[in-house]
């Protein structure tokens, strides 16, 4: 029965014939509740389905109620609500799920506050879940300032999960700019985005401290460590840990290694005869060198 809910091309034609021939012995457990609704394709239809025909088998696992909310669309929730309202509690798990829901986060949150806004409270859980939604986060949180206001928090969490997204990130700095906090950790995550780099630097560039933790991250991504010596240069302290966390990138080291190499030549050839466990120099803007198992060559090998 779960194979058939997770039928992306047939599962509502599965799960219909199941119903119409086993009748009574179908069982709807909570794991073919959960397949049904992570079907992308037509898991609200299946939803929709078992609601309707078996809707006294219908298992309400607090898990199971969750995934309805994340993965379906809101006309699934809201048959939910009016066949089995009375066994579904509108638990932090629930609403976390709907905010992070893709594709209708906006219209199920809408539908939850509607029909049962005295039990919900927007958490720092449920904000850091909408922040995190890629495709409708935006729309969720500024619903959310328009319900609820005051009550949802702009915490140092939720603003670390709101670096993931540059929509999310231009919104909340225009709606509640006296709230973020550029602090080391948030920049910690916005550095591994170029755009985002970018958008701080322009919108609160004297908040953005540029640490050496902040470099070192920046180190495993060319792009940010670019804009970062292009746009704070001066700012960039390199050092070993930099140096180190370079190196990790198995694909772009020699690449984040010669922008610090052009940017402090003297400092990263230091670094690098110190610590390296062999150092080949061909000249003195050429050299190879083994670190920490990987293998580094400046300049870069152009192709």
Do not use: Y
């Amino acid at each position: 029965l779960c194979e058939a809910a997770a039928h992306e091309e047939r599962g509502k034609e599965l799960m219909a014939l199941f119903l119409k021939r086993r009748g009574d012995e179908v069982k709807i457990t909570d794991n073919v509740v959960k397949a049904a609704a992570r079907n992308r394709s037509c898991g609200s239809e299946i939803m929709a389905l078992v609601l309707e025909q078996r809707e006294d088998k219908f298992k309400m696992a607090a898990g199971s109620v969750a995934e309805i909310a994340r993965s379906c669309d809101q006309g699934a929730v809201k048959l939910l609500l009016e066949r089995r309202g009375d066994k579904v509690k509108m638990t932090e798990e629930v609403v976390q799920a709907a905010a992070g829901n893709e594709r209708s986060g906006r219209e199920i949150i809408e539908l939850l506050l509607e029909k049962r806004g005295d039990e919900i409270k927007i958490t720092e859980e449920v904000a850091r879940a909408a922040t995190r939604n890629w495709d409708s986060g935006r729309d969720v949180m500024a619903f959310l300032f328009e319900q609820q206001g005051d009550e949802v928090k702009i915490t140092e969490e939720v603003l670390k999960a709101a670096a993931r997204s540059e929509a999310v990130m231009v919104f909340l700095l225009e709606q509640r700019g006296t709230e973020v906090k550029i602090t080391e950790e948030v920049v910690k995550v916005a550095v591994r985005s170029q755009q985002l780099v970018a958008l701080f630097f322009k919108k609160r560039g004297n908040e953005v401290k540029i640490t050496e933790e902040v470099v070192k991250v920046a180190a495993r991504n060319e792009q940010a460590m670019a804009l970062l010596l292009k746009q704070r240069g001066h700012e960039v302290k390199i050092t070993k840990g930099v140096i180190e966390a370079a190196a990790e990138n198995p694909w772009l080291a020699n690449e984040i290694i010669t922008l610090l190499f052009e940017q402090s030549p003297d400092i990263v050839r230091e670094i690098l005869r110190a610590n390296a466990s062999s150092f080949e120099e061909s000249s003195p803007t050429s050299f190879h060198v083994e670190l920490n198992g990987h293998s580094v060559h400046v300049p870069r090998q152009r192709g």
